[in-house]
């Protein structure tokens, strides 16, 4: 079996295209890492990731795709699930492959298996991102920056700084993605992926089981808009699946519940 070698990355990705049409070299495996045991790879080649081939490649996209778009697949390959590099792959050599002014376009045929996954990856990440752009809490820290913990089943953290810079643009925030590692930071002008240490996320997540003022505010409002006659708890956790609930204040146990809290009253 032949494979590919490459970076983890979608532009990496992209390059592999680009190597296997300049090579005519077709792998079966696409690997990010080291081979898993029992994998017999017969040849396996690096690919560098270069900018000017993957912009080659993403400018042919453009050219061939007429109901998708770049920016969705590359949303279909944050989705994270197995073999979805692979999948990609497949679908654009497809594309290259089909016939210029193929009609309704080759990314419209709906019978083709290939174009059907890549359709479900990308609504599936839409979906999460717009999950996040209304799950996600920030909380003020004693320094003025703004942190959010989120823990999203697909890694869509790539995708979510345009919305916030726009959302909270006089504002420093930091969106910490617990099940990654890694976060988005906004200085008030540009965003920028940085990397935590162990360490600090366990810090992270300690801060955010703390009671503070933010949390008091986020239940206070939730309680006064509640409605109890007419609560629908089946259909609260349609709208906000329980998932999501560990990471929002409002969901979180009430301070007067909290061993060692009394209320007042």
Known sequence: MKALQYDGSYEGLLCC?????????????????????????????????????????????????QYLTPEQLYWAFLSEQPEADRLLFDFMRYLFDSPPGTPSGADGNVANPLVLQVKRLQRRVFREMHRMHAFVRFEEMPDGLWVALMEPQCNVLPVLGPHFAARYASQRWLLVDNKRGYGLYYDGEDAATVRFTEDFLKKARLQQRQHSAAQQLWQTYFKAVNISARRNTGLQKRHVPARYRALMPEFLPHADALPGRHSDT
């Open 17 to 65: 295209l680009f190597y296997a049409y300049r090579h005519k070299f077709w792998p079966q495996v696409l690997l990010t890492g080291a081979p898993g045991p029992g994998l017999l790879l017969q040849e396996v080649r690096q690919v560098p990731t270069i900018e000017a081939e993957y912009q080659r490649v993403q400018q042919g996209l453009k050219k061939r795709l």
